[in-house]
């Protein structure tokens, strides 16, 4: 019934572009602030933007900022990551997850349903 569906990950090449797709089901994504995380093969997960819940305040690792965009469809149910200058080191398995927690946090376990992970890959 509650159910998170990341799509939009594939092979871009290094400067590329994606968009990452999060829809929600079961619930409205309008109540809850939405965060994307990644994990890299040997590292850890880390935090890599998140929306607000009621203002809509974007967040961003510093390792994104400028180049990734994170934005809300509530009549879709739906919150996007645009992708652009993809780095080989963007490379990761991305989630997308939500959390009531009214301040900005990338700690995970403040997140409380979690996608199933899209793969993105930059690569030449």
């Known amino acids: 019934q509650v159910q998170l569906v990341e799509s939009g990950g594939g092979l871009v090449q290094p400067g590329g572009s994606l968009r990452l797709s999060c829809a929600a089901s079961?619930?409205?994504?309008?109540?809850?602030?939405i965060g994307w995380f990644r994990q890299a093969p040997g590292k850890e997960r880390e935090g890599v933007s998140l929306i607000g819940s009621s203002d809509c305040r974007a967040y961003y690792v510093a390792s994104v900022n400028g180049r990734f965009t994170i934005s809300r469809d509530n009549a879709k149910n739906t919150v996007y990551l645009q992708m652009n200058s993809l780095k080989p080191e963007d490379t990761a398995v991305y989630y997308c997850?939500?959390?009531?927690?009214?301040?900005?946090?990338?700690?995970?376990?403040?997140?409380?349903?979690w996608g199933q992970g899209t793969q993105v890959t930059v690569s030449s």
């Open positions: 997850a939500t959390t009531t927690v009214g301040f900005p946090t990338f700690v995970s376990d403040s997140y409380d349903y």
């Open positions: 079961g619930f409205p994504l309008e109540s809850y602030s």
